[in-house]
């Protein structure tokens, strides 16, 4: 027999809908969860959600600072199993992060077993690890249980969990945060907990305090694992103005035996001279064992040949020992070095934006960050009080009851005794409301003592007195700022410069170079002398030998340049397309062989020509010259280039190119030029601009053909050239006046005895 029943169709269900539409709407809901419910902290709390269900976990299963230690699966299990309903090893990592004195300021876990450390290894399974809440921990859940906050229903509608924690520990700030939302992030540093809660009595006392007053207080940050902030202070106030901003972080070089007052420089005096540096402290989240292996390979590659060895002697604190290349290695330059090349410097970056009550993201500069949070602090104040009150009321009615059954006890104990309905004759006879009348039938005989009258009258009293302290403190918003100040100054003490968990551990001064770091300071100075040949073959030979000597080359090679420099020097390699590339002297290959390619070395084009090579000098000038006669003079400064691709200094014309690079000397006051028809003009250098880049202006004007040669000299000692043949004598012109004009003229025919290549 066929049934009735049909199976719906499937289609039915499909919503006919754009789909960019369907798919923004949903990427929005993710995306809103994920910012509200799971990266960023809440401002009252400093809590995200996975942290203030691990510890309110603990809280349920009574796992305080005085108790017995619990295994962390048990923990673990609880917060997914009951409040968060996710991975639990995603859950047990936030535990460990928790309980880490090198990654939170105030750990809130206190853990038992392995829980990670520094040089980055991972914390044991969840089976092998116990863990109870810190003192901290209870500080920032303290009055939970009264009234202070909103408990919401879990994700199954089973349990209840609190909205935020209502405790006075300032968490947010002295714990910091960092999280990934979707579009927009969090990122927190901590902070000294006595420099907040300073700050925050001043914004109590003066809401109006500028922000320049607040951070007299509240310095900067102050890591877990200590180390240096060396930005200036107006930085610094600069960055949390806005809530937006980076910190400079550096490691610690101390050897931890410099007393009180004593520069900690770190240097280590062992004998005979010789010294060492020592790493006490490493910046934030900066894992030691990649520190280490950062310092390993660069003296394995070579890249800080200033430094011999480094030693891991840590143990329970972190002692990394730096052995330099010999004990005239200068300290400061090591560790500038180390500091440049590695992550012993690193930046932090401030980006102060969180949850404020109404759960609304927002970046907030420190004022008003601390503004909010008072604020939140008083409603939980205000909060505490009516719920306070509402205890007093009921415990009066009660004891209003009580003290009416001691004054009428026998004849209460009648009407318990003789009537079917003793609440209600009760209630009519004295005038009891229900509560005090069931109270009453439920008292224990015990209690009806003529001691106890007295007892009751007492707490009666008690309570009408702190009961108009509070209706005082509810009614006066001056009053309530005073209670919180009171409050914060007696959480304060836990957290005092002289306690061990409250001295400031990160030490704020801007740093002062003391010296200049450069890779080529660390390059040891020695005299070679270069060779490039016509093929672009490079080679440095040890000393300043004769740039004319007997060099070998490849067959059909030949020399065509040759300069004496330092291993320190850089090479300035001017090609005919205009553009200069700079080559590190300590780089060449020696000249036992041919040397290396230079195109091997530098991105050259392989049409391009080589038409100098000079050893740059700070404050050298150069005459650059193009070959349709236009020119200008370069400075030093201009022509390196950062990267093998070179620069481009003097921009050129199809059929035109870079056809001379000349030395100016000091005592070089003018410029001479000859073109292929044989015409010399000369005019003043200053004629000439000094230019980083460009075609430069008209040296001489021809009309056909273009330019020669081109050459600077002293207008003292004459224009001087070579004499042909093997003879190697020069010819000097003293009197050059025929040939002195402005700059771009034709010119005339040059002195007798000119070389007939019209070279100078």
Same mark, same amino acid.
């Given at each position: ?42 401002l009252r709390d400093g809590l995200k959600p996975v942290h203030r269900r691990?510890?309110?976990? *603990? ?35 936030? *535990? ?27 914390? %044991? ?16 859940? %303290? ?40 579009? @927009? ?99 934030? @989240? ?75 993201? @927002?970046v907030m500069g420190i004022k008003e960050l601390l503004t909010h949070w ?68 439920? *008292? ?77 300071? @660390? ?166 601009? %000094? ?31 070579? *004499? ?37």
């Open positions: 027999m066929q049934s009735d029943t049909t199976e719906p169709d499937p289609f039915d269900a499909i919503v006919d809908a754009p789909f960019d539409a369907a798919l923004s709407e949903r990427y929005l809901v993710y995306a809103l969860s994920t910012i509200t419910a799971r990266s960023l902290p809440d691990l510890l309110w976990a *603990m809280r349920q299963l009574k796992l305080d600072a005085n108790s017995a230690y619990k295994k962390s699966a048990r923990v673990v299990g609880d917060v997914i199993g009951k409040y968060h309903p996710h991975g639990d090893q995603s859950v047990y990592d936030a *535990m460990v992060r928790l309980a880490q004195d090198f990654s939170l300021r105030y750990p809130l876990v206190q853990g038992q077993g392995n829980f990670g450390n520094i040089d980055g290894d991972n914390a %044991a399974a969840y089976r092998y690890t116990e863990a109870r809440l810190t003192k901290t921990a209870i500080q920032l859940m %303290a009055g939970l249980d009264e009234g202070t906050v909103k408990f919401h229903p879990t994700y199954n509608g089973e349990d209840e969990e609190p909205e935020i924690f209502p405790g006075l520990f300032p968490n947010l700030l002295a714990n910091g945060a960092t999280g990934i939302a979707v579009g @927009m992030a969090t990122s927190i540093p901590s902070h000294n907990a006595a420099e907040v809660i300073d700050a925050t009595l001043l914004l109590i006392d003066n809401p109006h305090a500028q922000h320049s007053e607040l951070m007299q207080h509240f310095k900067g940050p102050d890591f877990a694992t200590g180390g240096l902030v060396v930005d200036s202070a107006e930085a610094i106030s600069v960055a949390y103005e806005s809530g937006k901003g980076s910190f400079r972080v550096r490691g610690r070089f101390s050897t931890g035996r410099e007393g009180e007052g004593w520069e900690q420089t770190g240097i280590e005096k062992l004998g005979g001279g010789q010294w060492q540096l020592v790493i006490s402290e490493i910046p934030y @989240m900066l894992p030691k064992g990649k520190l280490i292996e950062q310092i390993a390979s660069l003296v394995a590659d070579k890249k800080l040949p200033i430094l011999e060895d480094v030693r891991d002697e840590s143990d329970e604190d972190i002692r990394l020992v730096l052995v330099p290349k010999s004990r005239n290695v200068d300290p400061g330059l090591l560790k500038e070095s180390i500091y440049r090349l590695t992550d012993l410097e690193n930046r932090f970056t401030l980006n102060l934006n969180v949850l404020d009550a109404g759960r609304t993201p @927002m008072v604020a939140s602090q008083i409603d939980i104040l205000k909060r505490r009080t009516e719920h306070r009150l509402e205890k007093i009321a009921s415990r009066l009615e009660l004891l209003d009851g009580y003290i009416i059954a001691f004054l009428n006890l026998d004849r209460i104990i009648e009407i318990i005794r003789t009537e079917d309905e003793p609440k209600v004759v009760m209630m009519a006879e004295f005038g009891l409301t229900d509560r005090q009348a069931e109270a009453i039938l439920n *008292m224990r005989l015990r209690s009806l003592r003529k001691l106890e009258e007295m007892e009751l009258r007492q707490e009666h009293d008690k309570l009408l007195v702190e009961q108009e302290e509070l209706e005082k403190l509810l009614a006066s918003p001056a009053r309530q700022r005073t209670r919180l100040k009171r409050d914060l100054k007696e959480i304060r003490k836990d957290y005092a410069e002289d306690t061990e968990l409250g001295r400031r551990r990160t030490t704020i001064a801007e740093a002062e170079l003391t010296v200049e770091f450069s890779m080529d300071a @660390m390059i040891e100075k020695e005299p070679i002398t270069i060779i490039l040949s016509e093929r672009g073959w490079i080679r440095g030979a040890k000393g300043h030998g004769t740039l004319d000597g007997d060099w070998k080359f490849k067959e059909g090679d030949g020399p065509a340049f040759a300069v004496h420099a330092q291993t320190t020097d850089k090479l300035l390699i001017a090609c005919d397309n205009g553009r200069f590339y700079t080559l590190g002297a300590d780089k060449l290959p020696g000249a036992r062989g041919f040397g290396e390619p230079v195109r091997t070395m530098l991105d050259i084009d392989a049409d391009a020509q080589i038409v100098a090579l000079v050893a740059h000098r700070s404050k050298m000038r150069l005459l650059l010259a193009s070959s349709a006669g236009k020119g200008f003079v370069a400075e030093a400064g201009e022509l390196l280039a950062e990267t093998r691709k070179g620069r481009a200094v003097m921009t050129t014309k199809a059929g035109v190119k870079l056809a001379v690079v000349r030395d100016i000397a000091k005592e070089h006051d003018h410029v001479a030029v000859v073109g292929d028809n044989r015409k010399l003009v000369i005019f003043a250098i200053e004629e000439l601009p %000094a230019l980083a880049k460009g075609q430069g202006v008209t040296l001489q004007r021809y009309r056909d053909g273009g330019l020669s040669d081109a050459t600077t000299f002293g207008v003292v000692d004459g224009l001087s050239w070579k *004499m042909g043949g093997d003879s190697g004598r020069t010819r000097t012109e003293s009197e050059v006046g025929l040939w002195k004009v402005a700059r771009g003229a034709a010119g005339r025919l040059p002195p007798q005895g000119f070389p007939r290549d019209n070279k100078f």
